[in-house]
Protein backbone atom coordinates (compact mmCIF):
# COMPACT_ATOMS: atom_id res chain seq x y z
CA UNK A 1 0.00 0.00 0.00
CA UNK A 2 1.25 3.44 -0.55
CA UNK A 3 0.88 6.75 -2.53
CA UNK A 4 2.36 5.35 -5.96
CA UNK A 5 0.11 2.04 -5.86
CA UNK A 6 -3.28 2.73 -7.36
CA UNK A 7 -6.26 1.57 -4.48
CA UNK A 8 -7.77 -1.65 -5.90
CA UNK A 9 -11.81 -1.12 -6.36
CA UNK A 10 -13.55 -3.97 -5.12
CA UNK A 11 -16.95 -5.40 -6.20
CA UNK A 12 -19.30 -6.19 -3.58
CA UNK A 13 -19.72 -9.32 -4.14
CA UNK A 14 -18.27 -12.67 -2.32
CA UNK A 15 -14.35 -12.31 -3.82
CA UNK A 16 -15.25 -8.38 -3.01
CA UNK A 17 -15.56 -9.15 0.47
CA UNK A 18 -12.99 -11.81 0.83
CA UNK A 19 -10.15 -9.68 -0.29
CA UNK A 20 -11.42 -6.59 1.90
CA UNK A 21 -11.70 -9.06 4.92
CA UNK A 22 -7.75 -9.98 3.78
CA UNK A 23 -6.36 -7.05 3.31
CA UNK A 24 -7.74 -5.52 6.99
CA UNK A 25 -6.31 -8.53 8.90
CA UNK A 26 -2.92 -7.53 7.37
CA UNK A 27 -3.40 -4.06 8.79
CA UNK A 28 -4.50 -2.52 5.59
CA UNK A 29 -7.38 0.03 5.04
CA UNK A 30 -10.46 -0.41 3.32
CA UNK A 31 -12.78 1.97 2.61
CA UNK A 32 -16.59 0.45 3.33
CA UNK A 33 -20.03 1.46 2.37
CA UNK A 34 -22.27 1.53 5.24
CA UNK A 35 -25.97 2.89 5.24
CA UNK A 36 -24.54 6.23 6.77
CA UNK A 37 -21.69 6.91 4.35
CA UNK A 38 -18.30 5.71 3.34
CA UNK A 39 -16.43 4.34 6.54
CA UNK A 40 -12.28 4.29 6.28
CA UNK A 41 -11.98 0.70 7.92
CA UNK A 42 -9.13 0.00 9.81
CA UNK A 43 -8.71 -3.23 12.70
CA UNK A 44 -9.38 -1.73 15.56
CA UNK A 45 -7.07 -4.01 18.10
CA UNK A 46 -3.51 -2.93 16.11
CA UNK A 47 -1.85 0.40 16.45
CA UNK A 48 -0.21 0.03 13.42
CA UNK A 49 -3.59 -0.24 11.76
CA UNK A 50 -4.61 3.40 13.00
CA UNK A 51 -1.86 5.03 12.36
CA UNK A 52 -2.42 3.91 8.90
CA UNK A 53 -5.77 5.98 9.11
CA UNK A 54 -4.24 9.42 10.07
CA UNK A 55 -1.76 8.85 7.47
CA UNK A 56 -4.53 8.03 5.09
CA UNK A 57 -6.81 10.88 6.50
CA UNK A 58 -4.19 13.38 6.81
CA UNK A 59 -4.41 15.75 9.98
CA UNK A 60 -6.17 14.08 12.56
CA UNK A 61 -8.19 15.61 15.08
CA UNK A 62 -7.91 12.82 17.89
CA UNK A 63 -11.63 12.16 17.94
CA UNK A 64 -12.76 8.88 19.63
CA UNK A 65 -13.29 6.54 16.24
CA UNK A 66 -16.06 4.77 16.37
CA UNK A 67 -15.55 1.03 16.40
CA UNK A 68 -18.15 -1.21 14.00
CA UNK A 69 -18.89 -4.62 15.06
CA UNK A 70 -21.31 -7.52 13.54
CA UNK A 71 -23.56 -7.85 16.40
CA UNK A 72 -24.60 -6.91 20.51
CA UNK A 73 -22.80 -10.26 21.25
CA UNK A 74 -19.40 -8.76 19.60
CA UNK A 75 -20.14 -5.19 21.53
CA UNK A 76 -20.81 -6.92 24.76
CA UNK A 77 -17.31 -8.50 24.44
CA UNK A 78 -15.75 -4.60 24.15
CA UNK A 79 -18.13 -2.38 26.42
CA UNK A 80 -20.21 -2.70 29.86
CA UNK A 81 -24.19 -2.30 28.63
CA UNK A 82 -26.66 -2.05 30.98
CA UNK A 83 -30.80 -2.50 30.28
CA UNK A 84 -30.85 1.24 28.67
CA UNK A 85 -28.03 0.07 26.21
CA UNK A 86 -29.14 -3.27 25.25
CA UNK A 87 -33.07 -1.81 25.01
CA UNK A 88 -31.72 0.76 22.39
CA UNK A 89 -29.63 -1.76 20.45
CA UNK A 90 -32.51 -4.15 20.32
CA UNK A 91 -34.55 -1.24 18.72
CA UNK A 92 -32.32 0.25 16.85
CA UNK A 93 -29.64 -2.15 15.64
CA UNK A 94 -28.70 -2.62 13.19
CA UNK A 95 -28.41 0.96 11.77
CA UNK A 96 -27.38 4.28 12.44
CA UNK A 97 -27.14 4.54 16.28
CA UNK A 98 -23.90 4.86 17.84
CA UNK A 99 -23.24 4.12 21.36
CA UNK A 100 -21.30 5.58 23.87
CA UNK A 101 -20.86 3.21 27.04
CA UNK A 102 -17.77 2.42 29.49
CA UNK A 103 -14.84 0.41 27.93
CA UNK A 104 -14.64 -3.06 29.19
CA UNK A 105 -11.32 -4.15 31.32
CA UNK A 106 -9.33 -6.00 28.49
CA UNK A 107 -11.26 -5.31 25.28
CA UNK A 108 -8.11 -5.17 23.45
CA UNK A 109 -8.69 -2.14 21.33
CA UNK A 110 -6.04 0.19 20.33
CA UNK A 111 -5.82 3.27 22.97
CA UNK A 112 -6.07 5.71 20.15
CA UNK A 113 -9.28 4.37 19.08
CA UNK A 114 -10.73 5.44 22.00
CA UNK A 115 -8.07 8.20 22.18
CA UNK A 116 -7.69 7.14 25.98
CA UNK A 117 -10.66 7.77 26.95
CA UNK A 118 -12.78 5.21 29.62
CA UNK A 119 -15.70 4.58 27.17
CA UNK A 120 -16.04 3.37 23.51
CA UNK A 121 -18.04 4.75 20.55
CA UNK A 122 -19.78 1.56 19.44
CA UNK A 123 -22.06 0.67 15.91
CA UNK A 124 -23.58 -2.29 14.57
CA UNK A 125 -24.36 -0.96 10.64
CA UNK A 126 -27.17 -2.13 8.73
CA UNK A 127 -25.47 -2.04 5.46
CA UNK A 128 -25.24 -5.86 4.11
CA UNK A 129 -21.58 -5.15 2.48
CA UNK A 130 -20.20 -3.98 5.82
CA UNK A 131 -21.68 -6.42 7.69
CA UNK A 132 -20.20 -8.85 5.67
CA UNK A 133 -17.02 -8.21 5.66
CA UNK A 134 -17.29 -8.02 9.79
CA UNK A 135 -18.64 -11.51 9.80
CA UNK A 136 -15.87 -12.55 7.02
CA UNK A 137 -12.83 -10.89 9.20
CA UNK A 138 -14.28 -11.34 12.60
CA UNK A 139 -12.33 -8.33 14.10
CA UNK A 140 -13.96 -4.96 15.27
CA UNK A 141 -13.68 -2.21 12.68
CA UNK A 142 -12.34 1.62 13.30
CA UNK A 143 -14.30 3.04 10.58
CA UNK A 144 -13.82 7.53 10.42
CA UNK A 145 -15.64 8.70 6.93
CA UNK A 146 -13.41 8.03 4.08
CA UNK A 147 -12.05 11.35 3.51
CA UNK A 148 -9.13 13.40 3.91
CA UNK A 149 -9.56 15.28 7.04
CA UNK A 150 -11.44 18.53 7.00
CA UNK A 151 -13.12 17.58 3.50
CA UNK A 152 -16.40 16.52 2.64
CA UNK A 153 -18.00 13.00 4.06
CA UNK A 154 -18.20 10.43 0.75
CA UNK A 155 -21.77 8.77 0.00
CA UNK A 156 -20.13 6.52 -2.66
CA UNK A 157 -17.10 4.69 -3.65
CA UNK A 158 -16.05 7.52 -6.48
CA UNK A 159 -16.10 10.07 -3.62
CA UNK A 160 -13.49 7.91 -2.01
CA UNK A 161 -11.45 7.47 -4.54
CA UNK A 162 -11.18 11.31 -5.51
CA UNK A 163 -9.59 12.11 -2.18
CA UNK A 164 -7.78 8.66 -1.07
CA UNK A 165 -6.80 6.92 -4.66
CA UNK A 166 -3.45 5.65 -3.79
CA UNK A 167 -3.44 6.30 0.18
CA UNK A 168 -5.27 3.27 0.60
CA UNK A 169 -5.54 -0.45 -0.22
CA UNK A 170 -8.64 -1.23 -1.27
CA UNK A 171 -12.56 0.24 -1.58
CA UNK A 172 -15.71 -1.67 -2.28
CA UNK A 173 -18.19 -0.16 -4.77
CA UNK A 174 -21.56 -1.00 -2.79
CA UNK A 175 -23.24 2.18 -4.72
CA UNK A 176 -24.63 5.65 -2.87
CA UNK A 177 -25.09 5.57 0.46
CA UNK A 178 -28.35 5.34 2.11
CA UNK A 179 -28.63 7.82 4.89
CA UNK A 180 -25.16 9.97 3.83
CA UNK A 181 -26.04 11.22 7.37
CA UNK A 182 -23.38 10.05 9.95
CA UNK A 183 -24.85 8.34 12.78
CA UNK A 184 -26.74 9.97 15.73
CA UNK A 185 -24.43 9.19 18.64
CA UNK A 186 -25.52 8.34 22.59
CA UNK A 187 -23.93 8.67 25.80
CA UNK A 188 -25.50 7.19 28.67
CA UNK A 189 -24.32 7.54 31.73
CA UNK A 190 -24.93 6.79 35.29
CA UNK A 191 -27.81 9.10 36.16
CA UNK A 192 -28.88 10.11 32.22
CA UNK A 193 -28.08 10.34 28.68
CA UNK A 194 -26.49 12.64 26.02
CA UNK A 195 -27.06 13.13 22.25
CA UNK A 196 -23.32 13.85 21.27
CA UNK A 197 -23.85 14.17 17.97
CA UNK A 198 -27.46 14.62 15.48
CA UNK A 199 -28.24 11.90 12.99
CA UNK A 200 -30.74 9.87 11.39
CA UNK A 201 -32.21 8.88 14.62
CA UNK A 202 -34.00 12.11 15.83
CA UNK A 203 -33.31 13.26 19.65
CA UNK A 204 -37.66 12.54 20.15
CA UNK A 205 -37.38 9.43 19.29
CA UNK A 206 -34.80 8.42 21.69
CA UNK A 207 -36.55 10.61 24.58
CA UNK A 208 -39.33 8.40 23.80
CA UNK A 209 -37.67 5.28 25.07
CA UNK A 210 -34.96 6.91 27.48
CA UNK A 211 -36.59 9.54 28.92
CA UNK A 212 -35.67 13.88 28.59
CA UNK A 213 -31.37 14.08 28.68
CA UNK A 214 -30.21 15.23 31.20
CA UNK A 215 -28.19 18.30 30.97
CA UNK A 216 -25.19 16.30 32.15
CA UNK A 217 -21.59 18.26 31.28
CA UNK A 218 -19.12 16.13 29.35
CA UNK A 219 -15.80 16.74 30.65
CA UNK A 220 -13.93 15.34 27.86
CA UNK A 221 -14.79 14.53 24.02
CA UNK A 222 -15.99 11.29 23.46
CA UNK A 223 -17.20 10.87 20.07
CA UNK A 224 -16.52 12.22 16.55
CA UNK A 225 -18.84 15.77 16.04
CA UNK A 226 -17.87 17.14 19.36
CA UNK A 227 -15.55 20.32 20.14
CA UNK A 228 -11.89 18.94 20.74
CA UNK A 229 -11.06 19.66 24.86
CA UNK A 230 -7.59 18.80 26.12
CA UNK A 231 -6.55 15.30 27.38
CA UNK A 232 -4.29 16.07 30.94
CA UNK A 233 -2.36 13.32 32.15
CA UNK A 234 -3.13 15.30 35.96
CA UNK A 235 0.77 15.97 36.31
CA UNK A 236 2.63 18.61 34.96
CA UNK A 237 3.83 18.30 31.54
CA UNK A 238 6.92 20.23 29.96
CA UNK A 239 6.89 20.12 26.49
CA UNK A 240 10.21 20.56 23.61
CA UNK A 241 12.33 18.61 26.46
CA UNK A 242 15.48 17.08 25.42
CA UNK A 243 16.38 15.09 28.14
CA UNK A 244 14.10 14.28 31.38
CA UNK A 245 14.60 15.98 34.90
CA UNK A 246 15.05 13.11 37.46
CA UNK A 247 11.41 13.36 38.88
CA UNK A 248 9.98 13.33 34.90
CA UNK A 249 8.82 10.58 32.65
CA UNK A 250 9.90 11.06 29.33
CA UNK A 251 7.82 10.92 26.23
CA UNK A 252 10.52 10.17 23.88
CA UNK A 253 10.62 10.64 19.67
CA UNK A 254 12.66 9.89 17.10
CA UNK A 255 16.11 10.10 18.45
CA UNK A 256 15.33 11.27 21.79
CA UNK A 257 15.04 7.99 23.62
CA UNK A 258 12.37 8.10 26.13
CA UNK A 259 10.54 5.92 28.74
CA UNK A 260 7.24 5.64 26.01
CA UNK A 261 8.56 6.14 22.60
CA UNK A 262 6.07 7.78 20.38
CA UNK A 263 8.11 6.91 17.20
CA UNK A 264 11.54 5.95 17.27
CA UNK A 265 12.35 6.37 13.48
CA UNK A 266 10.20 9.58 13.70
CA UNK A 267 6.93 8.71 11.85
CA UNK A 268 4.34 11.35 12.99
CA UNK A 269 1.45 8.96 11.85
CA UNK A 270 2.88 6.44 14.50
CA UNK A 271 3.07 9.05 16.69
CA UNK A 272 -0.16 10.22 16.24
CA UNK A 273 -1.33 6.56 17.03
CA UNK A 274 0.73 6.44 20.21
CA UNK A 275 0.53 9.50 21.92
CA UNK A 276 -2.47 8.43 24.01
CA UNK A 277 -0.82 5.13 25.17
CA UNK A 278 1.88 7.39 26.55
CA UNK A 279 -0.26 9.72 28.24
CA UNK A 280 -1.37 7.17 29.84
CA UNK A 281 1.45 5.44 30.79
CA UNK A 282 2.90 8.71 32.14
CA UNK A 283 -0.19 9.22 34.23
CA UNK A 284 0.30 5.98 35.93
CA UNK A 285 4.18 6.13 36.45
CA UNK A 286 5.76 6.87 39.88
CA UNK A 287 7.03 10.19 38.47
CA UNK A 288 5.90 13.37 39.70
CA UNK A 289 6.10 15.36 36.14
CA UNK A 290 5.99 14.67 32.51
CA UNK A 291 8.54 15.78 30.08
CA UNK A 292 7.73 15.34 25.89
CA UNK A 293 10.61 15.67 23.01
CA UNK A 294 10.20 17.96 19.93
CA UNK A 295 7.58 16.98 17.68
CA UNK A 296 7.76 18.71 14.09
CA UNK A 297 5.17 20.86 13.79
CA UNK A 298 4.02 19.55 10.42
CA UNK A 299 1.59 18.04 8.58
CA UNK A 300 0.03 15.39 11.39
CA UNK A 301 3.11 17.09 13.75
CA UNK A 302 0.81 20.19 13.82
CA UNK A 303 -1.93 17.91 15.50
CA UNK A 304 -0.01 16.31 18.00
CA UNK A 305 1.80 19.38 19.11
CA UNK A 306 -2.16 20.99 19.54
CA UNK A 307 -3.26 18.00 21.43
CA UNK A 308 0.19 18.10 23.55
CA UNK A 309 -0.45 21.71 24.38
CA UNK A 310 -3.73 20.76 25.56
CA UNK A 311 -2.44 18.30 27.70
CA UNK A 312 -0.09 20.71 29.09
CA UNK A 313 -2.38 23.75 29.91
Known sequence: MGDKNATERLAADAAGIARAAELLAADELVALPTETVYGLAARADRAEAVAAVYRAKGRPDFNPLIVHVSSLAAAEGLAVFDDRARSLAARFWPGPLTLVLPLRAGAGIAPAVTAGLPTIALRCPAHPVIRAVLQECGLPLAAPSANRSGGVSPTSAEHVLAALDG??????????SECGLESTIVALRENGWQLLRQGPISEETLADQLGAPRPLQATRIEAPGQLAQHYSPGKPVRLGAR???????????????????????????????????????????????????????????????????????
Open 167 to 176: RIAAVIDGGD
Open 243 to 313: AAEPDEFMIGFGAIAGDCMLSGSGDLPEAASRLYACLHAAASSAKARVAVAPIPDEGIGAAINDRLRRASA
